[in-house]
T-cell receptor, first 113, second 116 residues
Framework: GESVGLHLPTLSVQEGDNSIINCAYSNSASDYFIWYKQESGKGPQFIIDIRSNMDKRQGQRVTVLLNKTVKHLSLQIAATQPGDSAVYFCAETQLFGNEKLTFGTGTRLTIIP | EAQVTQNPRYLITVTGKKLTVTCSQNMNHEYMSWYRQDPGLGLRQIYYSMNVEVTDKGDVPEGYKVSRKEKRNFPLILESPSPNQTSLYFC???????????????FGPGTRLTVL
């Protein structure tokens, strides 16, 4: 996950625009990555995952890109809606080795109406 | 309804007074885990369990205990809470699918703990 910091990165996007949230992971042995969405007062919610044998995976309005060379992960949200406002976390683990799940510090996405 | 439940949702206690936060899931999931969430630090894994009677330390296990006597329950125990354990705690569960146990990890609603 990203290095620990006291300030949560923020991103403000106009409703209807696309948004890109970035995440740098630290463990080169990680081979499975997940994006979670956390709305205020709720627990994290699974959005999309990707294994290291892929560099792109698409879901409904979301796309995850993985660049193993630079250990970078991104989440693209198309045609953002007010309900997309939340904190987004990336997480990394090893599928068949270390079962620990390590989260990044998160990015707060705000959709401007 | 498929869900992960935690109790209590809010707890204020004093240093040294043993407490237990319960976690229960009704999805027959093998994998369960506890996380704490602190401002600016994201979620950090405390303990996890691959199945009944199998538990392992996460990244921040100090000061916590867990048990997995039944598949559905995974309580978090603080034997002697200290103020640095004031945090928001989440329990989560998921199933194994071809060895991939993070296929849609379900999180509980969270327990906000304050230790005075």
């Amino acid at each position: 996950g990203e290095s620990v910091g006291l300030h949560l990165p923020t991103l403000s996007v106009q409703e209807g625009d696309n948004s890109i949230i970035n995440c740098a992971y630290s463990n080169s042995a990680s081979d499975y990555f997940i994006w979670y969405k956390q709305e205020s007062g709720k627990g994290p919610q699974f959005i999309i995952d990707i294994r290291s044998n892929m560099d792109k995976r698409q879901g409904q309005r979301v796309t995850v890109l993985l660049n193993k060379t630079v250990k970078h992960l991104s989440l693209q949200i198309a045609a953002t809606q007010p309900g997309d406002s939340a904190v987004y976390f990336c997480a990394e683990t090893q599928l068949f080795g270390n079962e620990k799940l390590t989260f990044g510090t998160g990015t707060r996405l705000t959709i401007i109406p | 309804e498929a869900q992960v439940t935690q109790n209590p949702r809010y707890l204020i206690t004093v240093t040294g007074k043993k407490l237990t936060v319960t976690c229960s899931q009704n999805m027959n999931h093998e994998y369960m885990s506890w996380y704490r969430q602190d401002p600016g630090l994201g979620l950090r894994q405390i303990y996890y369990s691959m199945n009944v009677e199998v538990t392992d330390k996460g990244d921040v296990p100090e000061g916590y205990k867990v048990s997995r006597k039944e598949k559905r329950n995974f309580p978090l125990i603080l034997e002697s809470p200290s103020p640095n354990q004031t945090s928001l705690y989440f329990c989560a569960s998921s199933s194994f699918l071809a060895g991939a146990f993070y296929n849609e990890q379900f999180f509980g609603p969270g327990t906000r703990l304050t230790v005075l």
